[in-house]
């Protein structure tokens, strides 16, 4: 059974920082993102990473600000957000994929988390 679980979800003000994590078991996955929606908008891309090689993407509403990591040994992946501002409110969803390639697009990821809530108050 595939399981992604996340935690570090919470509220800041505005210039804080937080930690995503999630923990993927189940199954051999190339490629970890991170997306995230606010409430009638769809689902965006935020960060990527390939388990093997540890190739990173962001979005450029997220470089320079946020990183992605992981963790082999735990099978976890990390989303450190420093310099949060009011609009990176969303809840923010773990993904995992067999694949490689377009990775910046929802549909690429074959399972989800269930979502944990980034609250950034100005």
């Known amino acids: 059974q595939v399981q992604l679980v996340e935690s570090g979800g919470g509220l800041v003000q505005s210039g804080g920082s937080l930690r995503l994590s999630c923990a993927a078991s189940?199954?051999?996955?190339?490629?970890m993102g991170w997306f995230r929606q606010t409430p009638g908008k769809e689902r965006e891309f935020v960060a990527a990473?390939?388990?093997?090689?540890?190739?990173?993407y962001y979005a450029d509403s997220v470089k320079g600000r946020f990183t992605i990591s992981s963790d082999n040994a735990k099978d976890t992946v990390y989303l450190q957000m420093n310099s949060l501002k009011p609009e990176d409110t969303a809840v923010y969803y773990c993904?995992?994929?067999?694949?490689?390639?377009?990775?910046?697009?929802?549909?690429?990821?074959?399972?989800w988390g269930q979502g944990t809530q980034v609250t950034v108050s100005s």
């Open positions: 990473i390939r388990w093997s090689g540890g190739s990173t």
């Open positions: 993904a995992a994929t067999r694949g490689i390639v377009g990775v910046t697009m929802p549909i690429r990821y074959d399972y």
């Open positions: 189940g199954r051999t996955f190339r490629t």
